[in-house]
Each structure stands twice: as structure tokens, then as C-alpha cells.
């Protein structure tokens, strides 16, 4: 007996269409917290709200020093999810930190930790007293 075509078994079954990602994944991260992060994604924020937060600040840390600094010291237009605020992005980092649980937080800490000493260490302007008091907000009342 010949073997029936998947397509004639599945019938008039919608065929599932992955869309494109806007922003890659975060790398260096395990199974479980990838999974964290989708989750609070569906509960907090919207999906890849975490991937874009992260991939601006990541841009921010390793773009040119002249988008570093002009990101803090230019004007803002007051609508965060433009980008001329960084420090909203930031903020959507540390909400995501405090949301996650404590194994998935650390992992991601890590990296946002790095991103941010690279951050102060090539802007020298920006005046960072400890690694864990959000000196991105102080430079946002700053200006």
C-alpha cells in the first residue's frame, strides 16, 4: 500500500507561519531563564520587550562614545519608547531583574552588569557612585 503525503493527511489544517524576530535573542542565557523571560513577557510587558530593552542598552554600551554621551546629556522629548531616553530602557531591565526569579535574575544580571560598567568606564561623564544605585535615572532628571 503506497504512503498517503503528509499534506493530503492534514487536510484543509492551517499551516503555522513563524514570524521574524525584531531583535536577536539574548545570548549566554540557559533554557529556564529564556523561559522566565517569555513568561514574564506574556504576564508584564509585551512579546520581545525584554530583547529590545536589552539590545539598545547593549547598542548604547558598545556603539560610539558619542551616542553614549550625547544619549545623556541631549534633550528627551518625554516619550520613552522613542530612545532618546536610555535610561527607560534601563529601567525595563531592572523591573525585569526584580520579576524574574532569583536563579534566572542572576543569569541576567551578569550581563546587564557588564553593559553597564562598560557604559560608565567610556563615558567618564557619567558620575556612578555603586554599581547597584540607578544612576541612569539621575542623568534623565539631570537634563
Known amino acids: 500500500m503506497p504512503r498517503r503525503r503528509p499534506s493530503a493527511l492534514r487536510g484543509d489544517i492551517p499551516v503555522r507561519v513563524l514570524r521574524h524576530r525584531r531583535y536577536p535573542p539574548i ?3 540557559s533554557g529556564s531563564c529564556a523561559a522566565d523571560l517569555r513568561r514574564l513577557e506574556r504576564t508584564r510587558f509585551w512579546p520581545e520587550a525584554i530583547e529590545e530593552a536589552f539590545w539598545h542598552w547593549r547598542a548604547l554600551a558598545h556603539g560610539p562614545l558619542r551616542c ?7 534633550p528627551r522629548c518625554g516619550i520613552h519608547e522613542c ?3 536610555p535610561g527607560y530602557f534601563r529601567d525595563c531591565l ?3 531583574l526584580h520579576a524574574l526569579p532569583k536563579k534566572s535574575a542572576r543569569e541576567l544580571r551578569v550581563l546587564v552588569l557588564a553593559l553597564d560598567a562598560t557604559i560608565a568606564a567610556r563615558a567618564r561623564i557619567i558620575p556612578v557612585d555603586a554599581p547597584d544605585s540607578p544612576w541612569w535615572r539621575a542623568l534623565s532628571e539631570m537634563t
Open 94 to 96: 531592572e523591573t525585569t
Open 83 to 85: 530612545g532618546c531616553d
Open 27 to 29: 545570548d549566554r542565557l
Open 68 to 74: 553614549v554621551v550625547d544619549a545623556f546629556s541631549g
